[in-house]
């Protein structure tokens, strides 16, 4: 049974009120691992039918944080670093699986790995990272200006 994560109003990488943002939504599927699903649109191109490569490590770097949410939603990590190994060429237009998965957890600091495939199953793009704990209180009143909630999936026509 898959889980789904909160989102943020304007996060680029998540923002559910972002016109110009990629609005990833992520859900738990296991007990260290996340998943999305994202069609890349053009306006995020690099070269001609490429997902920019930016872009890609951006999608990248939002699921290696959203590992460490699988047991607290409200839990927000940053990243100190991030070591993105690009393999193929991530296509425009066509549906791409990001999946984030926890490697370490201590405390304030840790460790996980995302990997970007391809229509086919292929990966496309992976990167691993080390994560500090955000600092953020956790009050409802700070995460509410960040409009933190889950939002309910949007029904495509």
Known sequence: ??????????C????????????LA????????????????????????VV??????????????RAFMIDDPNRLMYTARLTTRY?????????LRIVGIRLKDRGRMGEARAELFGPDGELL?????LLADAGLAKDSM?????GWQVYEDEVQS
């Open 52 to 65: 920019h490569g930016g872009i890609t490590a951006t999608i990248l770097d939002e699921a290696v944080s």
């Open 1 to 10: 049974m898959k889980t789904k994560l909160p989102n943020s109003r304007a």
């Open 125 to 129: 793009a992976e990167a691993e990272a």
């Open 142 to 146: 700070e995460l509410d200006k960040l």
């Open 26 to 49: 992520f859900y738990v599927v296991g007990p260290d691992l996340i998943e999305c699903r994202f069609t890349a649109p053009e306006q995020f191109q690099g070269f001609p039918g």
């Open 87 to 95: 393999r193929k060429h991530v296509p425009i237009g066509a549906e």
């Open 12 to 23: 680029f990488a998540c923002g559910v009120e972002n016109p110009v943002g990629l609005k």
